[in-house]
């Protein structure tokens, strides 16, 4: 499948894409970023993906803060140009070049693309994921903290350490040691009849998907809360699953060399699963 790039509204071929060497982004990963998945030509929770980006710029003092309908039209732009019935959809906005002309007003750049790749493997959800304990901290005081920020190096250095041990996704806990989410996800435990997951001010990213669970949860009467929970927490789980856009919800059923519950893939975590197709279905009518 082709990859559709849309830059400030102008859509082209990936390779045609080009930004500044002066862009905020590249001197200085000034940067918010949604990853997002596409069913049928819909982006799932479209509206929810551009407030959290739009809201990360105001609370990070932007000078210029994102139109939520120009960014929308990017992202429509390069889904409507996509062939694949699935795709991965990637929106960037960076606060722009760092040498404007006199006469020119500071703007922001604006990129989203489109391609496959959407889909993990089938047996990351018929067998589960083993996942590792990450060796850095999710600090509380970090400005940046609970924002998709294009500064991602530590996390994905933390996910590639998880992948050369043979890990799915590396988890992060706080200083004092509360879990927090994983590299590139949002972590939720079942204990017994409940459904847990750490709390927005851990902090945490407030994830699309991780809201979207926590809705299902209460309208199919699956008790969930937010609560600090702890690796005793975590490994004492009578399940453990992850969520994002990409991955929907993914059974771990190892933490490193730890079993979780039966070391497969539990009701609670299957029953949510169903129902998040459905609501995928609901409102992207085409899953």
């Known amino acids: ?66 139109e939520i309908d120009e960014l929308r039209e990017n992202v429509e732009q390069v889904v409507g140009a996509t062939e694949d019935e699935q ?11 760092l040498r404007p002309t006199e006469q020119q007003a500071p703007e922001l750049t604006v990129v989203a693309s489109a391609s496959a790749g959407a889909r993990y493997p089938r ?14 901290k999710q600090p509380a005081h970090d400005p940046t903290a609970g924002h998709k920020t294009t500064s991602y190096f530590a996390r994905l250095a933390s996910l590639r350490e998880a992948h050369r041990k043979g890990a799915f996704e590396s988890l992060w806990f706080t200083p004092d040691n509360c879990l927090a989410e994983g590299a590139i996800s949002s972590v939720f435990v079942v204990r017994g009849q409940r459904v847990l997951t750490p709390p927005l001010d851990t902090p945490v990213l407030p994830g699309i998907t991780r809201a979207a669970v926590i809705e299902l949860a209460v309208e199919l009467g699956i008790p969930i809360r937010e609560q600090r929970l702890t690796i005793d927490d975590l490994l004492g789980a009578d399940e453990v699953f992850l969520t994002n856009s990409l991955m929907e919800l993914v059974p771990v059923v190892r933490v490193e060399r730890e079993g979780i519950g039966t070391e497969k893939p539990g009701e609670t975590t299957a029953q949510l699963y169903e129902a998040y197709g459905l609501l995928v279905e609901r409102e992207c009518g085409n899953a």
């Open 87 to 97: 795709a991965r959809v990637r929106l960037t906005v960076t606060t722009g070049t």
């Open 1 to 66: 499948m082709r990859e559709w790039v849309s830059l400030n509204g102008r859509l082209m071929a990936a390779e045609q894409a080009q930004v500044s060497v002066f862009d905020s982004g590249f001197m200085q990963g000034v940067g918010l970023f949604e990853t997002m998945r596409a069913y049928g030509g819909c982006v799932f929770r479209l509206q929810q993906h551009l407030s959290r980006l739009a809201d990360s710029a105001r609370a990070l003092g932007w000078t210029v803060i994102p």
């Open 123 to 136: 047996e990351c959800y018929a067998e589960g994921v083993t996942v590792l304990v990450c060796e850095y």
